[in-house]
């Protein structure tokens, strides 16, 4: 008799966590009990139960992406992640001081760039930066000032902080766009899972409270094994718990006073931004791909991904929300993300399987003849057979037909030898199996449309993020997609090839000025922004004045 597989190790939630799940609307007949084969070496078929399988490949193959995590900006899942000693990382603020205790980092000089510029009084006692207060159960360091609002007034121009690892880092990667401040869900998995934030409070004002609570929980139930975590809005972040323990100063220089994202245009949040704007968002699409550099790795053996409980995420639509969880689901996933970092962090990234490379090869051999299939434009049922049938040769035995055979052998050829089971194996044969078994079923269907819509099926379960991808942008172009806090919500829906960052205040994606109005009429209104308060008077700032600031501030509605 087998034991499930996950018996074999101390926590199922690394391994198999292969709770019952409610799958998303769009999932093909039948998958809600598909069976997980994996063939074994005496030839037998061994089966797992594996459901929301097409989420956690996604969640693989984005990571640590721009685009894919554009896309699916509601970020489910939890991984180890590494950074390198000696990698180079930015940092852009009012003044020219080395930071210490908690601040972000960014992977792309253009991101702190924004911030490399004076700013509004200082934050509080002892300045930017500055030791003061005493260390104790509610604070990881010295208190933050309000992120963004920093600084000496009066300098003609900031500062970009270069830096550079210490040592290796261990991080704690909340995927999605997770740093993304929205109420569409992009902080359901850090405000639900990780801290105690109020997912309906003042998104803006939270971001330090989130930041001091995240140490917080690595200092005081994780034993400091977590040195930051790694976020993503409009370019990769980290969370950094403390600057002068970890980090190195590669130089500090004063930067330009153009040097920065721009005023908005004249739709609002996101909008125009001018051509500093659109050279930052030019920096962003530059990792659609990856972060590159080899400055990230993943342990994509032992990662927790809310997709795999018991939960209906997909119950107000479709983005996949935490906010409807139970209590007991949200406390069993913090738990299981505790023993991960417990067990494994920091994550030894060399020893594992670079499974998103795996969930490449299967996303590079099927996406473009899979949604070439479900145009339904080919000319006949003939032509269409004709292309499953060049895909699915290589597995067939025309001597001795054998369909199960054939569809394990085209889902086994992206398995590595010997691999360990884990959840992303587990995640990516389960996606190969059912799109090998469903091109096995068009081609012996004898109606075309059927076929077709079969294979459209599939595509929609499959929620492939190249298949939003603009082709054939100019050199001056970039492929757009909404990020925050740019973007329309039309070119969510059609990404299209840019060449300035498009506005429309009546559309954007994310809402409204700093966060999407809230229900009730305490919300952002709609129309034209509201004038902008009166400058403070010196001494006078306050935090109730930061979320409708003048436009020439809305970068420091970003941060970094």
Not at 40 to 66: C, L, P, W, Y
Not at 324 to 343: A, F, H
Request: overall charge negative.
């Amino acid at each position: 008799m087998h034991l499930p597989w996950c018996a074999l190790f101390t926590t199922a939630a690394f391994c198999s966590p292969l709770h019952s799940t409610a799958l998303a609307p769009d999932a093909p007949v039948g998958l809600e009990q598909q069976q997980h084969q994996h063939q074994q070496e005496d030839g037998t078929v061994k089966k797992e139960e594996i459901q929301n399988a097409n989420h956690v490949f996604n969640a693989i193959h984005s990571s640590m992406r721009q685009w894919g995590s554009s896309v699916h900006h509601n970020g489910m899942s939890y991984f180890l992640a590494t950074v390198p000693e000696g990698i180079q990382f930015y940092h852009g603020r009012a003044t020219k001081e080395p930071v210490k205790g908690i601040e972000w980092l960014a992977f792309e000089p253009e991101h702190a760039l924004v911030f490399a510029r004076p700013r509004g009084p200082p934050g509080g006692p002892g300045g930017p930066g500055g030791h003061h207060g005493k260390k104790g159960k509610g604070e990881a360091g010295p208190p933050l000032p309000p992120h963004g609002l920093d600084g000496e007034d009066g300098l003609p121009a900031g500062y970009l902080h270069t830096y550079k690892t210490a040592h290796p880092l261990s991080l704690l990667y909340i995927d999605g766009m997770s740093a993304g401040k929205t109420e569409k869900g992009t902080l359901d998995s850090t405000d639900t899972v990780l801290i105690d934030v109020d997912v309906s409070g003042d998104v803006m004002h939270n971001e330090n409270e989130r930041a001091m609570q995240l140490c917080n929980r690595s200092r005081d139930e994780w034993g400091g094994r977590i040195d930051g975590f790694l976020r993503m809005e409009m370019g990769f972040e980290i969370i950094l718990c403390d600057f002068e323990k970890h980090l190195t100063v590669e130089r500090i220089t004063q930067v330009k006073q153009e040097s920065r994202f721009g005023k908005p245009g004249k739709g609002g949040p996101g909008g125009g931004g001018g051509d500093a704007g659109f050279a930052y968002y030019q920096a962003v699409a530059a990792r659609f791909d990856g972060i590159g550099g080899d400055r990230v790795g993943l342990d994509y053996e032992n990662f927790v991904s809310a997709f795999t409980y018991p939960a209906d995420l997909f119950q107000d639509g479709e983005l996949p929300r935490l906010q409807n969880v139970s209590n007991e689901t949200i406390t069993k996933i913090r738990d299981d993300i505790t023993e991960m970092v417990l067990s494994h962090a920091p994550a030894d990234v060399a020893a594992s399987i670079n499974w998103q490379s795996v969930a490449d090869m299967v996303v590079a051999r099927f996406a473009a003849r899979l949604k070439y299939l479900a145009l339904g434009e080919i000319e006949s049922l003939d032509a269409f057979r004709n292309i499953i049938d060049y895909l699915l040769r290589p597995f067939i035995d025309y001597s001795a037909r054998n369909t199960t055979l054939e569809v394990s052998r085209c889902a086994a050829q992206f398995m590595p030898h010997g691999h360990r089971p884990c959840l992303a194996a587990d995640a990516i044969f389960t996606v190969a199996t059912q799109i090998c078994s469903t091109l096995s079923e068009a081609y012996e269907e004898e109606n075309y449309a059927v076929a077709t819509a079969s294979i459209q099926s599939l595509t929609d379960w499959l929620q492939w993020t190249t298949w939003k991808r603009c082709s054939g942008c100019a050199w001056d172009e970039v492929c757009f997609i909404p990020i925050w806090p740019a973007g329309r919500t039309r070119d969510y829906v059609h990404p299209m090839c840019q060449k300035e960052i498009p506005q429309d205040r009546e559309d954007n994606y994310w809402g409204g000025w700093a966060r999407p109005p809230k229900r009730g009429d305490d919300g952002v209104p709609e129309g034209p922004y509201p004038p902008p308060p009166p400058p403070p008077a010196p001494g006078m700032w306050a935090e109730k004045d930061f979320i409708r600031v003048l436009p020439e501030k809305f970068d420091d509605e970003l941060k970094v």
